[in-house]
Protein backbone atom coordinates (compact mmCIF):
# COMPACT_ATOMS: atom_id res chain seq x y z
CA UNK A 1 0.00 0.00 0.00
CA UNK A 2 3.12 2.27 0.65
CA UNK A 3 4.34 1.85 -2.22
CA UNK A 4 1.56 2.62 -3.91
CA UNK A 5 0.67 6.20 -2.28
CA UNK A 6 4.91 6.78 -3.10
CA UNK A 7 4.47 5.82 -6.85
CA UNK A 8 1.46 7.88 -6.87
CA UNK A 9 2.82 11.18 -4.97
CA UNK A 10 5.94 10.73 -7.64
CA UNK A 11 3.39 10.70 -10.81
CA UNK A 12 1.67 14.18 -9.35
CA UNK A 13 4.55 15.62 -8.75
CA UNK A 14 6.04 15.60 -12.32
CA UNK A 15 5.54 18.92 -14.07
CA UNK A 16 6.24 20.49 -16.93
CA UNK A 17 9.55 23.54 -17.06
CA UNK A 18 5.61 25.50 -17.01
CA UNK A 19 4.71 24.29 -14.00
CA UNK A 20 1.68 22.13 -15.54
CA UNK A 21 1.38 18.23 -15.16
CA UNK A 22 3.00 16.70 -18.62
CA UNK A 23 -0.94 15.17 -18.78
CA UNK A 24 -2.27 18.79 -19.33
CA UNK A 25 0.05 19.59 -22.52
CA UNK A 26 -1.97 18.75 -25.74
CA UNK A 27 -0.78 16.28 -27.34
CA UNK A 28 0.69 18.99 -30.32
CA UNK A 29 2.89 20.44 -27.57
CA UNK A 30 3.90 16.61 -25.86
CA UNK A 31 5.26 16.29 -29.94
CA UNK A 32 6.80 19.64 -30.07
CA UNK A 33 8.56 19.36 -27.20
CA UNK A 34 9.91 16.08 -27.93
CA UNK A 35 10.88 17.09 -31.40
CA UNK A 36 13.07 20.06 -29.80
CA UNK A 37 13.91 17.69 -26.96
CA UNK A 38 15.43 15.13 -29.61
CA UNK A 39 16.66 17.95 -32.51
CA UNK A 40 18.62 20.19 -30.31
CA UNK A 41 20.16 17.06 -28.61
CA UNK A 42 21.36 16.53 -32.09
CA UNK A 43 19.71 13.08 -32.14
CA UNK A 44 18.25 13.32 -35.49
CA UNK A 45 17.32 9.71 -35.76
CA UNK A 46 14.27 10.22 -33.11
CA UNK A 47 13.64 13.62 -34.14
CA UNK A 48 12.04 12.02 -37.49
CA UNK A 49 9.50 10.07 -35.33
CA UNK A 50 8.17 13.72 -35.21
CA UNK A 51 7.94 15.25 -38.30
CA UNK A 52 5.84 15.54 -41.52
CA UNK A 53 7.23 13.47 -44.54
CA UNK A 54 8.15 16.54 -46.37
CA UNK A 55 10.14 18.00 -43.35
CA UNK A 56 12.74 15.26 -43.93
CA UNK A 57 14.54 16.63 -45.78
CA UNK A 58 15.14 19.88 -43.48
CA UNK A 59 16.55 17.23 -40.89
CA UNK A 60 18.52 15.42 -43.47
CA UNK A 61 19.70 18.84 -44.41
CA UNK A 62 21.07 19.44 -40.58
CA UNK A 63 22.24 16.20 -40.19
CA UNK A 64 24.30 16.17 -43.12
CA UNK A 65 25.82 19.69 -41.94
CA UNK A 66 27.21 18.92 -38.54
CA UNK A 67 30.85 19.22 -38.22
CA UNK A 68 33.40 17.64 -36.03
CA UNK A 69 34.10 21.23 -34.19
CA UNK A 70 30.05 20.66 -33.52
CA UNK A 71 30.13 16.87 -32.35
CA UNK A 72 33.48 17.72 -30.08
CA UNK A 73 31.74 20.25 -28.16
CA UNK A 74 28.59 18.07 -27.69
CA UNK A 75 31.11 15.40 -26.17
CA UNK A 76 32.94 17.89 -23.89
CA UNK A 77 29.63 18.74 -22.27
CA UNK A 78 28.86 16.96 -18.55
CA UNK A 79 25.90 15.58 -17.74
CA UNK A 80 24.53 18.83 -15.81
CA UNK A 81 25.00 20.89 -18.95
CA UNK A 82 22.47 19.10 -20.98
CA UNK A 83 19.98 21.04 -23.31
CA UNK A 84 16.44 21.72 -22.04
CA UNK A 85 13.29 22.14 -23.83
CA UNK A 86 10.54 23.75 -22.37
CA UNK A 87 6.94 24.36 -23.21
CA UNK A 88 6.56 28.63 -23.64
CA UNK A 89 3.18 28.77 -25.35
CA UNK A 90 0.51 27.02 -27.72
CA UNK A 91 -1.96 29.19 -30.70
CA UNK A 92 -4.57 27.05 -32.07
CA UNK A 93 -4.73 28.35 -35.29
CA UNK A 94 -7.42 25.28 -36.53
CA UNK A 95 -8.78 21.87 -35.27
CA UNK A 96 -5.52 20.74 -37.60
CA UNK A 97 -3.04 23.46 -37.31
CA UNK A 98 -1.21 24.68 -33.96
CA UNK A 99 1.73 27.34 -33.48
CA UNK A 100 3.91 25.93 -30.44
CA UNK A 101 6.70 27.64 -28.75
CA UNK A 102 9.24 26.71 -27.28
CA UNK A 103 12.09 27.59 -24.97
CA UNK A 104 15.60 25.56 -25.33
CA UNK A 105 18.31 25.97 -22.72
CA UNK A 106 22.04 25.52 -22.56
CA UNK A 107 22.71 23.87 -26.26
CA UNK A 108 24.58 23.48 -28.83
CA UNK A 109 24.39 25.93 -31.68
CA UNK A 110 25.91 28.17 -34.66
CA UNK A 111 24.94 31.22 -35.91
CA UNK A 112 25.17 30.53 -39.44
CA UNK A 113 26.30 26.88 -41.62
CA UNK A 114 29.98 26.91 -41.46
CA UNK A 115 30.49 28.41 -38.44
CA UNK A 116 32.14 28.03 -35.05
CA UNK A 117 29.93 26.16 -32.88
CA UNK A 118 29.42 27.32 -29.56
CA UNK A 119 26.81 26.66 -26.04
CA UNK A 120 23.62 28.79 -26.60
CA UNK A 121 21.86 29.39 -23.46
CA UNK A 122 18.25 30.31 -24.52
CA UNK A 123 15.93 30.69 -27.33
CA UNK A 124 12.66 30.55 -28.01
CA UNK A 125 11.37 28.79 -31.04
CA UNK A 126 8.11 28.68 -32.49
CA UNK A 127 6.80 25.49 -34.46
CA UNK A 128 4.03 24.91 -36.80
CA UNK A 129 2.43 21.56 -35.98
CA UNK A 130 -0.02 19.68 -38.01
CA UNK A 131 -2.54 17.00 -37.65
CA UNK A 132 -2.95 14.55 -40.59
CA UNK A 133 -4.62 11.09 -40.43
CA UNK A 134 -5.12 11.58 -36.20
CA UNK A 135 -1.54 12.04 -35.70
CA UNK A 136 0.16 15.49 -34.76
CA UNK A 137 3.28 16.45 -36.73
CA UNK A 138 5.73 19.31 -36.63
CA UNK A 139 5.65 20.63 -39.50
CA UNK A 140 9.50 22.16 -40.62
CA UNK A 141 9.44 24.62 -43.53
CA UNK A 142 13.40 25.28 -43.37
CA UNK A 143 15.58 25.34 -40.06
CA UNK A 144 14.21 25.90 -36.95
CA UNK A 145 15.37 29.58 -36.17
CA UNK A 146 15.30 31.16 -32.73
CA UNK A 147 12.73 34.01 -32.36
CA UNK A 148 14.70 35.80 -29.70
CA UNK A 149 18.81 35.45 -28.94
CA UNK A 150 20.14 35.44 -25.25
CA UNK A 151 23.35 37.91 -24.82
CA UNK A 152 25.42 35.05 -25.04
Known sequence: MNKYLIGL????????????????????????????RAYFNYDYKRAQQYITPESKKWLRFAATNVTQQTLDLLNQRSEEKQTDVCL??????????????????????????????????????RMKVVCRDDKWMVRMEGLPRSERRSRD
Open 9 to 36: SCLLGITACTGQRSSEMTVAEEVTTDFA
Open 88 to 125: ESSEVLNDSTQMVSVSVTNYVDTDSLGQQPFVREEAVY
